[in-house]
């Protein structure tokens, strides 16, 4: 009884609800289009795992993790599998970015996110006072740099924006000065620089050059961004009704439960439905801003924040992408895209949220029964 009622005390409903009914929109969209429902029946079990997950990561009490080095074990753990990954990772459409164990795979890239939002929450936390100096600033840079450097490489770009927007977005949390922000940028400027000259393959800088002139080549570089934009047109209002979505049932809509998992919903949704999912995704980054605002120490505020970014970055890029705003990346919608790497990795960060809702909540009475 005990673990039940400290698992309540910290939970957020509509968190959850927002995350499931989003999730069971995918699983909607794959099951309209999958055939055999090979996508279906796995993102099932794996939205049943990620939720057991959640349930049980609301249960500690996460203050142990603004001292020891339990953070750090966990940054090292997963550095050492991205470098493993080279060695001994499947390679899936040009990527080597996952272990293939059979009859799962796991992308370590997914996992790095929620390990570099914690450690720059605890990083930050443990500075705020004295944020404006730049060396922090740089020290953070280079944690970010290593995971990002191991994920470009595989490559994963999609990824490594992500990685890279999630330390962007908590630098600016915790409170740089402008002055510095115009250095970051200006590094910034020098990198992408220097990797466009010797860093990007080919067909990344072809990506980025469709993204500038995106109908350009049509029947090349530009086939993928060109289709899934008459995907999301051809939804008009209401939708062409589930499993009527040609661009996808055709396959002229490649990736369509995950790359391009967007579009396929808005063909067969339409306007009303896009509004719903932008609702959800709403709720949804408003509920963990409001744990955050709330939230016992700069530790878990910055932790909150940093799983806004996450989100916020991953759902904006996918939608960019999909109505031909930005580059095709590769990247996926949080809860909505099938996936096991990346389904397990949101529920557990929404879990650690709530558990650290928890403790805010606990202090919280602590304090009113002591006034």
């Not at 499931?20 to 699983?27: D, N, Q, R, T, Y």
């Not at 808005?266 to 959800?280: D, N, P, Q, T």
């Amino acid at each position: 009884m005990r673990i039940v009622s400290s698992l309540f005390r910290g939970f957020d409903p509509l968190l959850v609800s927002s995350a499931v009914i989003l999730s069971l929109l995918g699983l909607v969209t794959m099951y309209s289009f999958s055939g055999e429902n090979i996508y279906f029946h796995r993102q099932i079990l794996w939205l049943a795992i990620a939720t057991f997950l959640m349930l049980c990561a609301t249960i500690p009490d996460y203050r142990f993790m603004r001292t020891g080095n339990s953070i750090i074990w966990l940054y090292t753990v997963i550095s050492v599998a991205l470098v493993c990954i080279f060695f001994v990772g499947a390679i899936t459409l040009g990527a080597q970015s996952r272990f293939n164990l059979g009859f799962f795979s796991l992308q370590p890239a997914e996992p790095a996110k929620l390990v570099l939002i914690l450690l720059l929450a605890k990083f930050f936390s443990k500075r705020h006072v004295e944020i404006s100096q730049f060396k922090h600033i740089f020290v953070s840079g280079l944690y970010t740099l290593i995971f990002f450097a191991l994920v470009f490489l595989q490559p994963d770009f999609g990824s490594a924006i992500i990685l890279f927007s999630i330390w962007f977005g908590m630098v600016l949390v915790a409170g740089i000065s402008w002055r510095h922000l115009l250095i970051v940028a200006t590094i910034g400027t020098i990198v992408f620089s220097g990797l466009w000259l010797f860093g990007f393959q080919d067909y990344q800088k072809q990506r980025i050059m469709t993204f500038l002139h995106p109908l350009a080549d049509i029947r090349g570089t530009g086939y993928n961004a060109y289709q899934s934009t008459i995907a999301v047109g051809s939804g008009s209002l209401l939708g062409k009704g589930i499993g009527y979505g040609t661009q996808s049932k055709l396959q002229f809509l490649p990736e369509y439960e995950t790359d391009f998992v967007f579009a396929a919903f808005a063909e067969e949704w339409g306007f009303v439905g896009v509004l719903l999912l932008f609702s959800l995704f709403g709720l949804l980054i408003y509920r963990i801003l409001r744990i955050s605002i709330f939230a016992y120490s700069n530790f878990e505020r910055l932790f909150g924040a940093g799983v806004a970014v996450l989100i916020v970055s991953h759902f904006t890029i996918h939608i960019g992408m999909n109505i031909g705003l930005l580059p095709v990346t590769g990247t996926t919608v949080p809860f909505l895209s099938y996936g096991g790497s990346h389904l397990l990795t949101e529920y557990l960060a929404l879990g650690i949220l709530m558990g650290m809702n928890k403790t805010s909540v606990t202090t919280e009475r602590v304090r009113l029964a002591g006034d």
